[in-house]
């Protein structure tokens, strides 16, 4: 009787959860149906019409240019968590599998990376970027989201190969493999569930940055699509809420389905890798 009560409790508090969650988002739907004249007018709770939504819909891809912004950020977004996750990857191999001296000491300089706010360096970052030519280029946008993306995607590698037995890596020297064989075909295809759970966690953050791309891009070409979907609220942008909202709905549909399509080998990396 007792399990049975656990598990009704579990599943209310589970849908008290599940609701409160999305109840954003479904304010967020049904304000970006409303017209102009409608939204502040009409009750919140109450949805517009699937008019007023694609009407909105088109606005925002066309005023805020956020086909743009989707290009530059689905490249940012694929190209720096993939190196980033290799390097992280190297980084944990190498403290663990190849025994490197004062290895805890790199690990805890690696994670220490993460602990300081990205605020403190964006000055000198800002002018090392104007004074180096990167500033408002594709490539200086995946440098630095490849960077700070580095330490998280080492710390959780670090921790993966740490529950993997190095009489692994002592029967493949003994086999004749170097330590970069070993690494790619051995290490590296054990770790894909960990590796798919990193990439994605990263490959999140850097689509919905705004800091960043705020401070370090400018052209419609090379800036991120959150600060294309800012620029849409501002003073010269001239949108209304629903058109906004209606913008945000275009901004997540593609990390939803990215979570959607990998849950299977994100649920799985998050337990292997010991976050």
Same mark, same amino acid.
């Given at each position: *009787?007792?399990?049975?009560? $656990?598990?009704?409790?579990?599943?209310?508090?589970?849908?008290?959860?599940?609701?409160?969650?999305?109840?954003?988002?479904?304010?967020?739907?049904?304000?970006?149906?409303?017209?102009? @004249?409608?939204?502040?007018?009409?009750?919140?709770?109450?949805?517009?019409?699937? !008019?007023?939504?694609?009407?909105?819909?088109?606005?925002?891809?066309?005023?805020?240019?956020?086909? @743009?912004?989707?290009?530059?950020?689905?490249?940012?977004?694929?190209?720096?968590?993939?190196?980033?996750?290799?390097?992280?990857?190297?980084?944990?191999?190498?403290?663990?599998?190849?025994?490197?001296?004062?290895?805890?000491?790199?690990? =805890?300089?690696?994670?220490?990376?993460? =602990?300081?706010?990205?605020?403190?360096?964006?000055?000198?970052?800002?002018?090392?970027?104007?004074?180096?030519?990167?500033?408002?280029?594709?490539?200086?946008?995946?440098?630095?989201? !490849?960077?700070?993306?580095?330490?998280?995607?080492?710390?959780?590698?670090?921790?993966?190969?740490?529950?993997?037995?190095?009489?692994?890596?002592?029967?493949?020297?003994?086999?004749?493999?170097?330590?970069?064989?070993?690494?790619?075909?051995?290490?590296?295809?054990?770790?894909?569930?960990?590796?798919?759970?990193?990439?994605?966690?990263?490959?999140?953050?850097?689509?919905?940055? &705004?800091?960043?791309?705020?401070?370090?891009?400018?052209?419609?070409?090379?800036?991120?699509?959150?600060?294309?979907? $800012?620029?849409?609220? $501002? !003073?010269?942008?001239?949108?209304? *809420?629903?058109?906004? &909202?209606?913008?945000?709905?275009?901004?997540?549909?593609? !990390?939803?389905?990215?979570?959607? &399509?990998?849950?299977?080998?994100?649920?799985?990396?998050?337990?292997?890798?010991?976050?």
């Amino acid at each position: *009787m007792s399990t049975r009560v $656990s598990d009704t409790l579990r599943r209310i508090v589970l849908l008290v959860l599940g609701v409160l969650w999305l109840l954003p988002v479904y304010l967020m739907v049904a304000n970006a149906m409303k017209g102009k @004249d409608e939204y502040g007018v009409v009750n919140v709770w109450q949805p517009g019409g699937f !008019t007023g939504l694609i009407e909105n819909l088109g606005q925002a891809w066309t005023l805020g240019r956020i086909s @743009d912004g989707i290009v530059s950020t689905a490249i940012y977004a694929i190209v720096s968590p993939i190196i980033a996750v290799l390097i992280g990857a190297m980084a944990g191999f190498a403290i663990i599998a190849l025994r490197l001296r004062h290895g805890f000491t790199w690990f =805890v300089v690696i994670f220490c990376s993460t =602990v300081f706010p990205l605020q403190m360096v964006l000055m000198p970052l800002f002018i090392g970027y104007v004074e180096t030519d990167l500033y408002d280029t594709r490539v200086g946008m995946v440098l630095i989201y !490849t960077v700070i993306s580095v330490p998280f995607s080492a710390f959780v590698m670090r921790n993966f190969f740490s529950g993997v037995a190095y009489n692994l890596f002592e029967a493949a020297a003994l086999d004749g493999a170097s330590v970069w064989r070993t690494f790619w075909s051995i290490y590296l295809p054990m770790s894909v569930s960990a590796l798919f759970a990193v990439f994605i966690l990263q490959a999140t953050f850097v689509w919905n940055d &705004l800091l960043l791309g705020l401070s370090l891009s400018q052209s419609e070409t090379v800036r991120p699509v959150m600060p294309a979907l $800012s620029a849409l609220q $501002s !003073t010269y942008g001239g949108s209304t *809420m629903p058109v906004v &909202l209606a913008g945000g709905l275009i901004v997540s549909v593609p !990390t939803v389905v990215l979570f959607l &399509l990998t849950q299977r080998f994100f649920a799985r990396g998050l337990s292997l890798g010991q976050f």
